[in-house]
C-alpha cells in the first residue's frame, strides 16, 4: 500500500513539472510573437510605414505637393493615437501586396478591397469603409451606351488599374470587352480622355469626379454602382497581435463617427477641392 502510494505522489510530481515546464515555454513563445509583432516594431522605431497608391480622393497631392485624402487621414489618425510619427510610402498597385510581404512597410493603407484571394496573401482588418465600382465613359467612343450589357462586347475597350478590385469587377460584369490594364490609375483615365477607350471601371466616387472635371469629354452612363466592396487594411499573415490593434481602432472609429465625418468630407463635398486645384 505505502508502495502505491509513493508511486502516486511521484507521478503526480512529474505531472506538475512537465505542465509547470510547458506553461513557462508558452508564456516565452507568448512573448517571443509580440515583441516580434509588427505593432511592436512601430513602438519602438517611432514610424509607422504605410504603403499606399494615389487615387482621388482617397490619396492625393495637394498643391504643395503634400498628399492628402480620406486614406491620408485615415493613416495620420492612426499613428497619432498610437504616438508614432508617420511615412508614407507610394507603392504601384500592383506590386503593393508583395511589398508589404517584404517588410518595405508595415500596413496597407490605401483602399484595399477585402477578397478571398488576396486573403490568402495577407490579413485584412475589419472594414473601416465600403466603396462601389463606378463607370465613367466616353462621349464619343460610347455615345447611347446606357447600360453594362452596352460595354460587354468585343469592340469595346474598358481601362482600369492593374491588380484593382475595378478591374476584376470589369472583367467580371463585362467579360467579352477589350480590358487594357495601367499600372497607374491616371494612365487609364488618360486613355478614355484621349478616346483611345470606352470607357474606365474604378472605385466610386473617383469616376464620377473625373465626368464632372471633363464635362466636354465624359459622361456617367450608369447612376449606379453596380458592385460593392469592404475596405481593409492589410497586414502580414500571422500577426495577430498587429491584427487585433487595428481592429479595435477601426471599431472605436466607427463608434465614435470619426470614420464616417471623414468620409462625408472626402466623397460627399467638394469642400477640398481648392487643395488640389
Known amino acids: 500500500m505505502k508502495k502505491k502510494s509513493l508511486f502516486l505522489q511521484i507521478l503526480v510530481t512529474i505531472m506538475v513539472l512537465f505542465f509547470l515546464a510547458g506553461s513557462s515555454y508558452a508564456g516565452e513563445i507568448q512573448n517571443k510573437l509580440v515583441s516580434e509583432s509588427t505593432i511592436e516594431q512601430v513602438l519602438k522605431r517611432g514610424v509607422l510605414r504605410v504603403g499606399m497608391s494615389t487615387f482621388v480622393p482617397w490619396a492625393m497631392k495637394d498643391k504643395k505637393g503634400e498628399l492628402i485624402g480620406f486614406e491620408i487621414d485615415v493613416a495620420k489618425?492612426?499613428?497619432?493615437?498610437?504616438?508614432?510619427?508617420?511615412?508614407?510610402?507610394?507603392?504601384?498597385?500592383?506590386?503593393?501586396i508583395p511589398a508589404l510581404l517584404t517588410g518595405k512597410f508595415d500596413v496597407i493603407i490605401g483602399g484595399m478591397g477585402i477578397t478571398p484571394q488576396r486573403s490568402l496573401k495577407v490579413n485584412f482588418t475589419v472594414p473601416y469603409e465600403y466603396s462601389g465600382m463606378s463607370i465613367v465613359a466616353h462621349k464619343e467612343t460610347a455615345k447611347g451606351f446606357s447600360a453594362i450589357e452596352d460595354f460587354n462586347k468585343p469592340e469595346v475597350t474598358?481601362?482600369?488599374?492593374?491588380?484593382s478590385t475595378?478591374?476584376?469587377?470589369?472583367?467580371?460584369?463585362?467579360?467579352?470587352?477589350?480590358?487594357?490594364?495601367?499600372?497607374?490609375e491616371a494612365q487609364a483615365y488618360q486613355e478614355l480622355l484621349n478616346g483611345k477607350a470606352h470607357a474606365v471601371v474604378g472605385s466610386a466616387p473617383t469616376p464620377v469626379f473625373h465626368?464632372?472635371?471633363?464635362?466636354?469629354?465624359?459622361?456617367?452612363?450608369?447612376?449606379?454602382?453596380?458592385?460593392?466592396?469592404?475596405?481593409?487594411?492589410?497586414?502580414?499573415?500571422?500577426?495577430?497581435?498587429?491584427?487585433?490593434y487595428f481592429n479595435s481602432w477601426i471599431l472605436v472609429h466607427h463608434s465614435s463617427g470619426w470614420l464616417k465625418e471623414r468620409e462625408h468630407y472626402w466623397?460627399?463635398?467638394?469642400?477640398?477641392?481648392s487643395q488640389v486645384q
Open 211 to 244: 465626368a464632372i472635371k471633363n464635362p466636354e469629354k465624359l459622361f456617367i452612363p450608369l447612376k449606379e454602382t453596380f458592385a460593392k466592396e469592404a475596405i481593409g487594411f492589410a497586414v502580414r499573415k500571422g500577426d495577430f497581435d498587429t491584427l487585433n
Open 77 to 96: 489618425k492612426l499613428a497619432q493615437d498610437m504616438g508614432v510619427k508617420i511615412e508614407f510610402v507610394p507603392t504601384k498597385w500592383a506590386g503593393i
Open 166 to 184: 475595378a478591374a476584376e469587377a470589369a472583367k467580371k460584369y463585362m467579360p467579352k470587352a477589350n480590358h487594357r490594364m495601367f499600372d497607374d
Open 158 to 163: 474598358i481601362a482600369s488599374r492593374l491588380g
Open 267 to 273: 466623397f460627399e463635398t467638394k469642400d477640398w477641392e
